[in-house]
């Protein structure tokens, strides 16, 4: 399974920015898929997390009401709408995929990660 996160760059303070994880090599409804960040000098932090079917979803504290995932199992790609984005936001964001069922939070339950894509929050 390879993955492929796009759609960084940089953004203002308030900003919106969406960012997509391009799943190929396994049929993406086969697995759930989630989001983490990672700021210099810290921990890779869970972000969201969707189950195979886009039902159910779960999100960090952090980002709750403002970010939004999402997939398209048709496409094979799975979306992360960030809102309202803040310089706390700043950070490279990664996909992971699990063929676990449910919404996974921990970075463990990944098998297959992708390169990150930076997101820089700045004025």
């Known amino acids: 399974v390879q993955l492929q996160a796009s759609g960084g760059g940089l953004v203002q303070p308030g900003g919106s920015m969406r960012l997509s994880c391009s799943v190929s090599?396994?049929?993406?409804?086969?697995?759930?898929i989630g989001w983490f960040r990672q700021a210099p000098g810290k921990e890779r932090d869970f972000v969201a997390a969707v189950n195979w079917s886009g039902s159910n979803s779960n999100y960090a504290d952090s980002v709750k009401g403002r970010f939004t995932i999402s997939r398209d199992n048709t496409k094979n790609e799975v979306y992360l709408q960030m809102n309202s984005l803040q310089p706390e936001d700043t950070a490279v964001y990664y996909c992971g995929a699990t063929p676990l069922p449910g919404k996974r939070t921990f970075k463990y339950e990944y098998d297959f990660w992708g390169p990150g894509t930076q997101v820089t929050v700045s004025s």
């Open positions: 090599g396994s049929s993406l409804d086969a697995l759930a």
